[in-house]
């Protein structure tokens, strides 16, 4: 029986945004294995979804989300298997797969997620919740948001995605200054070392994130997500310069006549000169 139905709230616009929001106040969103599985549920219905576009990945009631519910990892006892209905907790040593795609413990924090995402963290985005918030191409971030690997204090190690996403997107040095010292990275610190993007007021980083998500929604998207896709081949999985600009290019060139002729056509007929953009972010 479900007995946090509610866990995970997801929402869509007719526009093409998906929000999908973290809500176990009792747990600061504090995630366990049901809420795993439907965070899972609602990443992958937001990728095959082709009406949807752009997916926020949002904390309810001030808290992004404090990692996995430790509450559950204690109840872990290798001689039962944890099959039983106590516990909720990850399944330790398995791997669990849906589509051929791995599945983490927080739940989608193994997939490369097809299309883009952006985190609104408020609050605490620490440990597993960290590691969540790394699934963000962007990271709309409030004033007195902290970010770290708090899990440090209680020899629970990082097996989703941290120490693979963290240091591509900070750096290998920062990246080791966190996960070995566990510290509390505020806004400010997290903006300058590329961890977040934008710093917002309090109570403000869903409303902004909502704004750039209504820009992303307006570009041409075969584009937009080719050049995303060729983004993270490079970091991830390109085994050289060449095959990295191999990738680019072979993949860039299938949107040229679907995308590019018609937008040089546009900007040839007047649009956008100059750099220029609409109130909206539209060309």
């Not at 997939?111 to 609104?120: E, F, H, M, N, Y």
């Not at 902290?146 to 920062?174: E, H, M």
């Not at 993949?251 to 590019?260: A, R």
């Amino acid at each position: 029986m479900d007995t946090e139905p509610n866990a995970v709230q997801t929402t869509k616009t007719t526009e093409g945004i998906t929000t999908i929001t973290l809500n176990r106040e009792h747990r600061r969103n504090a995630v366990d294995g049901p809420t795993a599985k439907k965070l899972t549920d609602a990443i992958l219905c937001y990728e095959t979804d082709t009406t949807q576009k752009v997916c926020i990945l949002y904390g309810a009631n001030g808290t992004f989300c404090a990692g996995f519910d430790l509450h559950e990892v204690a109840k872990f006892a290798p001689s039962t298997n944890n099959n039983d209905n106590e516990y909720n907790g990850p399944r330790i040593g398995a791997t669990e797969r849906v589509s051929g795609r791995n599945i983490g413990p927080m739940g989608p924090s193994r997939l490369q997620i097809r299309k883009p995402v952006i985190s609104a963290v408020s609050g605490y985005a620490v440990a597993g919740g960290l590691e969540l918030s790394l699934l963000g191409d962007i990271r709309v971030v409030e004033e007195d948001a902290v970010f770290g690997v708090f899990c440090r204090r209680w020899g629970v190690p990082l097996i989703d995605g941290g120490t693979v996403r963290l240091q591509a997107i900070v750096g290998l040095g920062r990246a080791m200054d966190m996960i070995l010292t566990g510290r509390g990275v505020g806004a400010q610190e997290a903006l300058n070392m590329g961890l977040a993007n934008r710093v917002v007021p309090k109570g403000k980083a869903l409303e902004e994130a909502m704004k750039i998500a209504r820009q992303l929604v307006m570009f041409p998207q075969g584009c937009m997500n080719v050049d995303r896709a060729s983004c993270y081949y490079a970091a991830y999985e390109a085994g050289s310069f060449e095959d990295a600009m191999r990738f680019e290019y072979d993949n860039g060139i299938e949107v040229v006549e679907s995308e590019s002729v018609k937008g040089a056509a546009r900007f040839s007929s007047g649009a956008g000169r100059h750099g220029k953009f609409d109130s909206e972010g539209k060309l």
